[in-house]
Structures are given as structure tokens and as C-alpha cells.
């Protein structure tokens, strides 16, 4: 099967990204298929020779997609319309075409198959809730408005495979576009990398490397875009709890700036510490006793399951698709209203006075996670993709010859 991935950027850091860096070594290694990926920028994945390609296994042909400077808007207009160019020059360069071409999202407008992470109908309706002005917030607004007239277009279209991964984008591509034939395809852990050995044998020196002693009790949120991961109820919990020496560890690329002051306001400035993403998650759960993810909005949220695999008890929300894999007060704890902050605050009390507590959910927590490998989940994407192929192959032998 000769397969392109459409993707911006690919790497292991986060989690759109990783799950396409993840499917990319997978089918490479799976005798029979020819990896293509269009990639503005790659980081962790080994490719091979352009020449050499399907020739050894594991071969993966990275085309480089130019990136154009500017306003995001620009960027991703610009990236919309190159990839598609550099696919069909390279088809007929070679005179081949791709048997699949697989997207993560709103990249192109002739996928075969899309993987949705994101659906901005529903971002964009946070966007308005939020009340934000000024050129950033305007700026979002025309962004959030292009992809969801493309969303429309595209998504709307059966003729376009959909895959979903977790039940909530699957309900919202039903409720948003009419698309109830969407397959559910859940994110996976790398349990060589994120497992309770290896995060307990960092716990030490990550801890001192973020300056918390033994006795502080360190709650992690990561991600990026901190409003819809919940920053905002996870400092007003933090706050409920200020009798607890409780230090919150904040980790992403947002600017911490723009939350200095509800941090002032409520007392917390010796109780933050805001970090840039690291290269390596795992020193992130070594230095944290509770992973919290309150989400606002979320189709899956995969450091809630890395950190589950590693051994730590978790808090996230049911706006966070990932939810629906876990079990309430068994391996981890679920906020019915992502804005709750005071029963967030019992949770994190409760998870702080009770050792024992901890313990026996992050032992569960191990056990729930061991169920969604990256290798289950890229076999179901590919076993979707065989399909697919033999759909079209099958469509293409029954039309009448002229």
C-alpha cells in the first residue's frame, strides 16, 4: 500500500503529532507498504534515502513542505495549497499515485482518510464564550472561521473517510456535520518510555531540577493552550488548598504572562511554577504526585494516559475525550463540570491526605492504560486504510470501460 501522510509537523512531543509519527514507523515496518510523509517539519523520526525507498524495512520518505512566514492564517494557506502541489508534482514525476492519503485534520482537500483531533465548530464556540478582544483574539476568530468552513466542506462529504480519536469528536462530528459513520480510533502510550520504573528512577532529579523538595505535594498540567486545559479552575482549587504545600507545575508554550495577574490575585505566586515544553515528557510525571487535566475542551488528551501508564493518579474532566476509556474513583478521578473548582480542590485534598489512596489508583491506573498501545491503534487505523484501498480498487474494476 502506498500511503502519504499530510501532516505540518511531526514529532514525539505532543500528541497529534506523536500519534502520526507513531502510524508513519508503523505501516514502514509492515511488509507491502511505502511510507510517504509531507511534513513542513519532522523531529524523532528516522528517514531513509529518497532512492531507497521501500527497499528496506522501516523506510520513510520525508518530502519537505515549504513553511511561508506570517500570520498563522498565512502559514496555514500556504501549507494547504504546497502540500497538495508537492504530492501532485511528485506524482507526476514518478508517474505512481498514492494508494491512501491520510491527513490528521483540515490539511488537504483530497484525503482519503482523515484523523480528527480537533473539531474548531467547537472551539470556535468557546472562542465567542471566552469575551477576548484585541488583534490576537481577531486574528483567531478569522483562523477558527476559515477552518470551519473547510471543516464544513470536508467533513461534510461521505466520500471522505472519517476516524475519530475518542467517542466525544466522533459525537461531535455526528451532531456538527451528519457524519455517523465515524470509526473511533483511541491514542496509544509508548509503555517502553512511559511505565512506573522509569518514572520513579527520574523522580529525584526532576524534582530537584524544578526546585520542589521532598515534602511538597506537585500537581502537573501540561499542554498547550492553558484556558481550554483548565488552567484558570486548577488555580482556584490551588487556592482552596493553600494550606496544603501544594506547588502546581504549569508546562507548555503559552505565555505565562497573560496569567500572572489571576496568580497575584489569588495568593499563589510562591505556588507556580511555569515551565517551556520539554523534549522530555517523562521528567514531567517523575516530578509530579497528581497529573491534573481539567479540560474545558478536549478530544483526548494523551498526557491523562501517559501519566496513568507511568503510575500517577489522575484528575481530568468529561469534556475530555479520553474520559470515556477511564473509571471513575478506580483509576483516576473525573470532574463532571470542567469548571468546577471546588471538587477539584476535594480531589486534590483527598489524593494529598490519603497515601494509600494514590497508591492503589495509580497501581489501577498502570492496568487501564496497558489496554491502548500505539501498536493497537495504529494496526486499527491500518487495518481502516486496507479497506479503504480495496473500496476504491473494487470501485475503479465495476466502472463500465469506454
Not at 520513579?200 to 499542554?223: P, Y
Not at 482556584?236 to 500572572?260: I, K, M, Q, T, Y
Not at 473525573?334 to 471546588?342: H, M, P, R, V, Y
Amino acid at each position: 500500500m502506498r500511503v502519504a501522510i499530510v501532516s505540518p509537523f511531526v514529532d514525539k512531543k505532543h500528541g497529534t503529532e506523536r500519534a502520526v509519527a507513531e502510524l508513519a514507523e508503523h505501516l514502514a515496518f509492515k511488509p507491502g507498504h511505502e511510507v510517504h510523509v509531507y511534513s513542513q517539519r519532522v523531529d524523532d523520526v528516522a528517514f531513509s534515502n529518497p532512492e531507497s525507498i521501500g527497499e528496506r524495512a522501516g523506510d520513510i520518505h520525508w518530502r519537505k513542505v515549504v513553511s511561508v512566514p506570517g500570520p498563522h492564517i498565512v502559514q496555514f494557506l500556504s501549507w494547504f495549497r504546497l502540500n497538495r502541489s508537492a504530492r501532485q508534482a511528485d506524482a507526476a514525476r514518478t508517474g505512481k499515485k498514492f494508494d491512501i492519503v491520510f491527513s490528521v485534520g483540515i490539511n488537504c482537500p483530497d484525503a482519503d482518510v482523515i484523523l480528527v483531533h480537533a473539531v474548531f465548530q467547537r472551539l470556535a464556540e468557546l472562542q465567542k464564550q471566552s469575551g477576548d478582544r484585541g488583534l490576537r483574539s481577531l486574528h483567531r476568530k478569522l483562523y477558527y472561521g476559515l477552518l470551519c468552513k473547510l471543516e464544513r466542506k470536508i467533513y461534510s462529504d461521505k466520500r471522505v473517510t472519517l476516524a475519530a480519536v475518542s467517542q466525544r469528536t466522533a459525537d461531535q462530528l455526528a451532531r456538527y456535520f451528519g457524519r455517523n459513520d465515524v470509526r473511533v480510533i483511541p491514542n496509544g502510550v509508548d509503555f517502553e518510555t512511559f511505565n512506573p520504573a522509569a518514572r520513579i528512577s527520574l523522580r529525584r532529579a526532576s524534582r530537584e531540577h524544578f526546585g520542589f523538595s521532598h515534602s511538597e505535594f506537585v500537581v502537573l498540567l501540561v499542554g498547550n493552550d492553558w484556558r481550554n486545559k483548565g488552567l484558570g479552575t486548577l488555580l482556584e482549587s490551588a487556592a482552596d488548598c493553600r494550606e496544603l504545600p501544594l506547588r502546581l507545575l504549569v508546562v507548555g508554550s503559552d505565555d505565562p504572562e497573560n496569567w500572572r495577574a489571576q496568580v497575584s490575585q489569588l495568593g499563589l505566586e510562591q505556588k507556580v511554577r511555569f515551565a517551556p515544553p520539554s523534549p522530555n515528557v517523562l521528567e514531567l510525571y517523575a516530578a509530579a504526585d497528581v497529573l491534573a487535566a481539567p479540560s474545558r475542551e478536549d478530544s483526548f488528551n494523551l498526557p491523562v494516559l501517559e501519566a496513568m501508564a507511568c503510575g500517577l493518579a489522575a484528575i481530568t474532566s468529561t469534556d475530555a475525550g479520553v474520559a470515556t476509556l477511564l473509571h471513575h474513583g478506580t483509576d483516576c478521578f473525573i470532574l463532571e463540570q470542567a469548571t468546577d473548582s471546588a471538587t477539584l480542590a476535594v480531589y486534590l485534598r483527598q489524593l494529598y491526605e490519603n497515601e494509600n489512596l494514590r497508591t492503589t489508583m495509580g497501581e489501577q491506573a498502570v492496568r487501564t492504560a496497558s489496554a491502548y498501545s500505539w501498536g493497537k491503534s495504529c494496526s486499527s487505523m491500518e487495518k481502516l486504510m486496507e479497506e479503504l484501498k480495496c473500496a476504491k480498487y473494487n470501485l475503479r474494476a465495476q466502472r463500465p470501460q469506454l
